[in-house]
């Protein structure tokens, strides 16, 4: 029984990693940062894309309360742990999904965030952006650049220390 358990969460954590990124989440002390470049107004939607712990969900939702946040994890062991800290501690607001965030449809949001591996970003995130995304919607992405083709449309936050923070904007 145990190695069924075993397996599963081995699988389920081997997938995530190679869909888009292996785990890490955002770094604690650049949760601030995610929340000052961040705007949501009244009823706009966010999206975070793999969302691990929902620590990025979790402190939008706290910040916007009267928003709607979801939050996308394939990976079922961390899906479920962040789940069960949902249902004690909230927050209300916060949708957490178990899924491919791939699948989701981007038109839903105006702000989307993502942690992952640039070639994934290049390749599905982006473009899957670009085709689904209403205008003005804003994907911010975490330590990885957005492709130099849309630099007109991008903001880089972050000094020489600190991580990069992206935020390429729909026009
Ligand atoms: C680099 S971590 C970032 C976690 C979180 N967004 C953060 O910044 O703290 C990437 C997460 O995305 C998940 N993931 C990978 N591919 C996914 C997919 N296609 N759909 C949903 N989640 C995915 C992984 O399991 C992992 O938890």
């Keep these: 029984m145990y190695w069924i358990i075993f397996f599963v969460v081995i699988v389920s954590l081997a ?10 989440p955002t770094r604690k002390k650049d949760i601030e940062r995610v929340l000052e470049i961040l705007q949501l107004n009244p009823k706009e939607k966010f999206l975070e894309v793999g969302a691990w712990d929902a620590r990025i969900s979790s402190a939008v939702a706290r910040k916007y309360p009267q928003n709607s946040i979801v939050g996308i994890e ?14 004690l501690f909230g927050p209300k607001n916060m949708k957490l999904k178990l899924g491919n965030a791939f699948k989701e449809d981007f038109w839903k949001y105006e702000a989307i965030y993502v942690f992952g591996m640039p070639d994934k970003l290049q ?18 992405s975490y330590v990885f650049s957005i492709p130099q083709e849309y630099k007109d ?8 220390h600190q991580a990069k923070i992206h935020v390429l904007e729909k026009k």
């Design 74 to 87: 394939m990976a079922f062991p961390i899906y479920f742990m962040a789940l069960t800290r949902k249902l």
């Design 15 to 24: 997938i995530s990693g190679y869909s888009m990124a292996p785990w890490v």
């Design 153 to 160: 449309n991008t903001i880089s936050y972050g000094s020489e």
């Design 123 to 140: 390749k599905k995130i982006i473009p899957k952006f670009l085709l689904e995304a209403k205008k003005w919607t804003k994907i911010y």
